[in-house]
């Protein structure tokens, strides 16, 4: 078997040579870490190379979205660890405590048709009512909210592992949001889909595992906005989280 021959000393690279190559190493990394990376993963661009590449926006929606779901993440921690029972009671004064409620107006006659852009987003939902036999099994439900800019809201459903919801949401002409589809429950958490500057969207939603399951929407323009949403299948609750 034949072994290399050991080179010389003369083959080997000088110091100099050596300082050389890993100086524009080291130069060639940092100008990657600056003008790619901190702008995809962070939206730092202060060369400006990210927002010629497209890559700027990229790490400011990564940035945002990670925000948002950190923030979900922990008011849904602190709602579970909030004590089940009693905490209505907790928070009226002690005047206030069994004291019956007065009733409850009745609902406003049904709004007018939407505007035939909204109308051709929610038309899909009324295709999934079948049969009046399922149509006693599922239920449908609406809402609307108003965003003041920069505050966020979330809307869920309760779901049984399997069950599936049909939704459509629609923000008012001109105005956008940031969006986070998710679930939480059992110790789980489950992220379906997110989107940035979004004005609508529809689909369903097929529950992952039981629990609660739905939207968290924030109002990144500069004016309030109005987002209609409505749902249609089995689950068994719908309410407004925040």
Same mark, same amino acid.
């Given at each position: 078997m034949y072994n290399t021959d050991m080179p010389t000393r003369a083959e080997l690279p000088s110091t100099r040579k050596l300082v050389r190559s890993t100086a524009i190493a080291a130069v060639s990394a940092t100008a990657i870490l600056v003008a790619v990376v901190l702008p995809a993963e962070y939206g730092i661009d202060p060369t400006g190379v990210g927002s010629a590449l497209n890559l700027t926006e990229m790490g400011e929606i990564k940035t945002q979205l990670a925000a948002e779901a950190e923030a979900d993440a922990a008011r849904d921690a602190a709602a579970r660890a909030a004590p089940a029972t009693g905490a209505n009671a907790a928070t009226l004064p002690p005047a206030a405590v069994g004291v019956v409620p007065p009733p409850v107006a009745p609902l406003a006659p049904p709004a007018p048709p939407a505007p035939e852009r909204q109308s051709s987003l929610f038309g899909a939902i009324g295709g999934l009512f079948v049969s009046s036999a399922v149509a006693q099994e599922m239920r449908q439900d609406e809402?609307?909210?108003?965003?003041?800019?920069?505050?966020?809201?979330?809307?869920?459903?309760?779901? @049984?592992?399997?069950?599936?919801?049909?939704?459509?949401? $629609?923000? *008012?002409?001109? /105005?956008?949001?940031?969006?986070?589809?998710? !679930?939480?429950?059992?110790? @789980?958490?489950?992220?379906?889909?997110?989107?940035?500057? $979004?004005? *609508?969207?529809? /689909?369903?939603?097929?529950?992952?595992?039981? !629990?609660?399951?739905?939207?968290?929407?924030?109002?990144?323009g500069d004016a309030p906005v109005s987002l209609t949403l409505r749902t249609s299948g089995t689950y068994t609750a719908f309410d407004r989280k925040v």
């Open positions: 809402m609307t909210i108003t965003l003041a800019p920069g505050e966020g809201a979330e809307i869920k459903l309760t779901m @049984q592992e399997g069950e599936i919801a049909s939704f459509a949401w $629609v923000v *008012s002409e001109g /105005g956008a949001v940031n969006y986070d589809t998710h !679930g939480d429950g059992g110790g @789980q958490n489950i992220s379906y889909e997110k989107g940035r500057s $979004v004005s *609508s969207d529809e /689909g369903t939603i097929q529950a992952a595992f039981t !629990g609660n399951h739905g939207w968290f929407w924030r109002n990144r």
